[in-house]
């Protein structure tokens, strides 16, 4: 089992920043694909940012030069640095990670969600 704990969130005015955490912990061999989505209300949860366990990196496009992933292997933490954050980007932010568990299997996990308001 793994376990993904998020922090971070909270309340900022547009144009403020804020930086997410999720640490994996629990039993694995390694995680591999680590990512955030979100999701607001009465919307689909949908893609923000995703980092392979090589470093490689995908963004949606409305947040493409405003907000940044990275990973700490060692710790088994992704973060998502959001700068310039807008009204629109309130949401509730999911990890997500994909996790080897065993020599054959890889699972796909999920936080608990942290919320993120940006107020006008």
């Known amino acids: 089992q793994v376990h993904l704990v998020e922090s971070g969130g909270g309340l900022v005015q547009a144009g403020g920043s804020l930086r997410l955490s999720c640490a994996a912990s629990?039993?694995?061999?390694?995680?591999?694909?680590m990512g955030w989505y979100r999701q607001a209300p009465g919307k689909q949860r949908e893609l923000v940012a995703y980092i392979t366990s090589g470093g490689s990196t995908g963004y949606a496009d409305s947040v493409k030069g405003r907000f940044t992933i990275s990973r700490d292997n060692g710790k088994n933490t992704v973060y998502l640095r959001m700068n310039s954050l807008e009204p629109e980007d309130t949401a509730v932010y999911y990890c997500?990670?994909?996790?080897?568990?065993?020599?054959?299997?890889?699972?796909?996990?999920w936080g608990q969600g942290t919320q993120v308001t940006v107020s006008s």
């Open positions: 629990g039993s694995f061999f390694s995680i591999n694909t």
């Open positions: 997500n990670a994909d996790a080897r568990v065993n020599s054959r299997d890889t699972v796909n996990y």
